[in-house]
């Protein structure tokens, strides 16, 4: 067995500290709590789950305080997660099976974010690189911090059999402004010696976004468009993607439609085509909108939109067009999806 260290770093989060050591207790995890200054009782919950409990003074800089957590595993391969992360039951030998075929790769965990929108709560899915050997790899960034060699070697990932629940993103608005402030200030810090890195610019509209502050989000996300980030880079979609949804929301269409430059990069991403939909439906060419909905129908990846929201689309465009019949068949397609519940119920009527 390849044994796995759990490490993770909290400050005054004890409850959510308790429900993400419970989640862990089932499996054969060494954990190690790194504790940065909290007032309430974390230290305490962390060491009814493990005698590993470290305290390490806030310095403004996560990196730092991952490695020191990450310095004081006893095992190389390590999982680190925040104390805001739950893990769903995992296949213990599948996960052992990955990493005996990936020894020198970093591990891309699922990340299941849930965040609360007009009273309902919707989820976004991503892939985040938090498994690794820490012989190979350490963390950089003071904030929105990420996994890099540290010699020479070129990093490879793979998709580790890990899903995680994040309610990062949930909770009283005076708490989430708290945290989005914090991240601002560390953000901005890095902008003075980084100016042109798009990736800190898209960082900083997500704090606002946080904050439910779409007017400066929007000003962030357009600065990170025009320094051209790059397809490949992990965050790249999303920032089209929320910088578009804004801008459609504000009725700036024209500008919106400036991502669709990007199409070819995510031609098998449901989430781009069903923004190009859209695009393409708010400029009036409902005839160019279908086919990208089409396609979305199969399109392989998604973590942003809804599975359902395609067939909606396409229903929604063939009652445009006075086809109810086949626009009802595609609205049942969504089962409980919303919209498509009230578009039957508009049928009806």
């Not at 974390?42 to 409990?53: F, L, R």
């Not at 310095?71 to 997660?81: D, E, F, G």
């Not at 890195?197 to 502050?213: E, W």
């Not at 229903?315 to 009802?328: C, N, P, V």
Request: charged share 25%; proline share 6%; glycine share 4%.
């Amino acid at each position: 067995m390849i044994p796995i260290s759990v490490c993770i770093i909290t400050k005054n989060e004890a409850g959510l500290l308790q429900k993400c050591l419970e989640a862990l207790k089932p499996y054969p995890f060494e954990i190690v709590v790194t504790d940065t200054g909290s007032e309430d009782n974390s230290i305490e919950i962390a060491k009814q789950y493990t005698d590993c409990v470290y305290e390490f003074a806030w310095i403004g800089d996560f990196s730092a305080a991952r490695n020191f957590c990450v310095s004081r595993a006893s095992h190389n391969t390590v999982l680190s997660l925040d104390t805001d992360e739950f893990i769903r039951p995992l296949d213990w030998d599948a996960l052992q099976q990955a990493l005996e075929d990936h020894p020198k790769s970093l591990g891309a965990i699922e990340l299941f974010s849930y965040f609360d929108v007009d009273g309902e709560t919707n989820h976004q899915i991503s892939r985040l690189e938090r498994l690794f050997n820490r012989r190979w790899y350490h963390f950089v960034n003071p904030i929105h911090e990420v996994l890099v060699p540290i010699g020479r070697m070129t990093p490879t990932s793979y998709d580790a059999p890990i899903c995680v629940d994040h309610v990062g993103y949930q909770g009283t608005k005076e708490k989430l402004k708290e945290k989005a402030e914090r991240d601002i200030a560390l953000i901005r810090t890095e902008i003075e010696t980084d100016p042109d890195n798009p990736y800190l610019y898209f960082q900083l509209g997500q704090s606002y976004m946080l904050m439910r502050d779409h007017e400066n989000a929007l000003l962030w996300f357009r600065r990170a468009v025009e320094l051209h980030p790059v397809p490949g880079a992990d965050y790249t979609l999303t920032l089209l993607y929320n910088y578009a949804s804004i801008l459609l929301d504000d009725n700036q269409v024209e500008e919106a439609a400036n991502v669709l430059s990007y199409r070819r990069s995510f031609s098998d991403h449901k989430d781009f085509l069903c923004l190009a939909g859209r695009i393409y439906l708010r400029m009036g060419q409902p005839l160019k909108a279908l086919p990208e909905f089409v396609q979305a129908l199969s399109a392989p990846k998604y973590c942003l939109e809804d599975p359902h929201a395609p067939s909606y689309y396409i229903g929604f465009i063939y009652e445009l067009f006075g086809k109810q019949d086949i626009a009802r068949t595609h609205y049942e397609n969504c089962g409980e999806y919303p919209p498509a519940v009230e578009a039957l119920k508009r049928l009806k009527s």
